[in-house]
């Protein structure tokens, strides 16, 4: 008799269109894994993100008539532990392309081999996989544009059912639900609720809002963008569903695209989050630890960009627009190393994976994937073009909240005896010039 397979879910927290578990319960008798690896850093965000969506995962699993297995230590010797135990014919896990996700493919191909326990790596993290399109020269797409040109005409890979049953070995029985409490730490009170039951819920309300999308996505106060990006970073629905569900509507799907974009750079360029993937003229960056707490606190006296860092404070999660003029507002306007920005973002998002993250963060810097390497977002022209009436800054910003439409972007300007009644710091850096 042929013994189970092992899955090893890992940024993959889902049952619809999973193609690992899909081929392991088509072979027979399945023991789902996840082991909580420590040697992943994770800020409390995300970390209370993902036991929520363990949790949501377990369900599922235990309404199939499977279970999840939790393990905490290297993923690596706890899924050969767990394949020795079961007499497991083989382990079936969804690839990735980080560093740190490529080294621990390496590692567990190399024990599988000692054990002769056949590995399997399953598509499953982007619509389409990293290393699949590939320039007519070799290497990997460095601009996005002639990326999209293909990547939306390729054919891509069919969607996994969920299946109806999952059947678990006897002898297996998942952990203690209180394993999967959240830790300990201090979480954004605003915090979205992990789990593919939440954002599968989160993509049927989308379908019904994605044609506005490309009038409404950088309107900051309508907050009209998808918000299923925690939801994707963690597999909890599948980017390949998403783009099913939204296949008519091209201006959301360049947004998924610039995603799988960004993993095929990062397989390409695997210390992307470390050096500049191309130098700037000036390749310099000045210190200012007082200006970079400013700036993650809240507090520069640019409403909109301490608008932006208070929503990421709230909430774990930052609208698309705002991200990039807080990232401009660091990088060109303060001067500050990109990559302290990208660990506070690492830190605070709860869909800040390594491809997206600081893929991004290069593009605003100047050092990445852009054809214009030296653009600059101006605070206060992009604050009265996508928050005309300064909704999202009162909002946010509290201090402000008296101040009527636009004047809100430019306190500045007041006279001085109302800016003193304000408790709203005054500018760190040089006001730019309304009209760049």
């Not at 899955?7 to 899909?22: E, K, N, S, W, Y």
């Not at 690492?346 to 100047?366: I, K, R, S």
């Not at 852009?370 to 999202?392: E, S």
């Amino acid at each position: 008799m042929t013994g189970p397979r092992v899955v090893l879910f890992h940024r993959d927290l889902r049952v619809h269109d999973h193609p690992a578990l899909a081929a392991a319960c088509a072979a027979g008798q399945v023991v789902p894994l996840f082991v909580v690896d420590p040697g992943i850093p994770a800020g409390a965000n995300r970390r209370a993100f993902l036991a929520a969506s363990l949790r949501d995962l377990r369900h599922s699993l235990r309404e199939r008539g499977g279970d999840l297995l939790v393990r905490r230590g290297d993923p690596v010797e706890e899924a050969i532990r767990v394949a020795t135990a079961v007499g497991a014919s083989g382990i079936e896990a969804t690839a990735d392309v980080s560093t740190y996700a490529t080294a621990r493919q390496r590692r567990l191909a190399q024990v599988c081999d000692q054990a002769r326990v056949p590995l399997t790596l399953h598509a499953g993290v982007t619509v389409v996989p990293a290393g699949e399109l590939r320039p007519a020269a070799g290497g990997y797409y460095q601009i996005f544009t002639p990326y999209w040109r293909v990547w939306q005409h390729h054919r891509w890979r069919d969607e996994a059912p969920a299946p109806a049953r999952i059947r678990l070995p006897r002898t297996v029985t998942g952990d203690d639900p209180g394993t999967l409490t959240a830790p300990a730490g201090r979480t954004a009170p605003d915090l979205a609720t992990g789990g593919e039951a939440a954002g599968l819920r989160l993509l049927d309300e989308w379908t019904g809002h994605v044609a506005q999308y490309d009038q409404l996505h950088d309107d900051l106060a309508a907050d009209r963008t998808s918000r299923l990006s925690a939801y994707l970073h963690f597999g909890c629905v599948s980017a390949r569903a998403v783009a099913a569900a939204c296949a008519d509507h091209p201006a959301f799907l360049r947004q998924l695209c610039w995603r799988d974009f960004y993993h095929q750079v990062l397989a390409g360029f695997p210390a992307l989050p470390r050096r500049a993937l191309r130098r700037r003229a000036a390749d310099t960056w000045r210190e200012d630890s007082d200006a970079l707490a400013a700036w993650q606190s809240g507090h520069t006296g640019m409403p909109v960009v301490d608008a932006g860092m208070r929503q990421l404070a709230a909430g774990g999660f930052l609208h698309n627009r705002a991200r990039l003029i807080t990232a401009s507002y660091l990088t060109k306007t303060l001067g500050l190393d990109w990559r302290a920005g990208a660990r506070w973002y690492d830190e605070q998002l709860v869909d800040a994976d390594v491809a997206n993250n600081y893929g991004n963060w290069q593009w605003v810097a100047g050092t990445g994937n852009d054809a214009r390497p030296y653009r600059g977002f101006n605070p206060v022209r992009q604050a009265r073009r996508f928050d005309p009436d300064g909704a999202y800054v009162r909002r946010w910003v509290p201090e402000l909240a008296d101040l009527d439409g636009p004047a809100v972007h430019e306190p500045w300007l007041l006279p001085p005896a109302r800016r003193r009644r304000l408790a709203y710091p005054p500018p760190i850096a040089a006001v730019p010039e309304r009209s760049r």
